[in-house]
């Protein structure tokens, strides 16, 4: 069992920077694949980035965000940078234990998602 816990969410200006993390329990969070996801309202939930031995992004956000772990901390992290209004969502991050993937239904666990607000 893990349990996962985001913090780090806010109100930003357009240009500006939040970094979440994802605070895993549990020994065995290495073995887990780690990916960030978000949902606006009226949206489907849709896949951001994963860590995988590599980092793995949505075309929407790359060049922009940042994952990465570390395991000492059982944490995983979400650098985002330039931010958008139409990043707005709220963040959820996500454990799998078989294989990563950007399909919500694959992964495991969640954790209770923290809100991201980008004013223009």
């Known amino acids: 069992q893990v349990q996962l816990v985001e913090s780090g969410g806010g109100l930003v200006q357009a240009g500006g920077s939040l970094r979440l993390s994802c605070a895993a329990s549990?020994?065995?969070?290495?073995?887990?694949?780690m990916a960030w996801f978000r949902q606006a309202p009226g949206k489907e939930r849709e896949f951001v980035a994963v860590w995988s031995g590599n980092p793995y992004y949505a075309d929407s956000v790359k060049g922009r965000f940042t994952v990465s772990r570390d395991n000492a901390k059982n944490t995983v992290y979400l650098q985002m940078n330039s931010l958008k209004p139409e990043d707005t969502a709220v963040y959820y991050c996500a454990a799998a234990r078989r294989s990563w993937s950007r399909i919500v239904r694959d992964y495991d666990y969640w954790g209770q998602g923290t809100q991201v607000t980008i004013s223009s």
């Open positions: 549990g020994r065995t969070f290495s073995t887990y694949y």
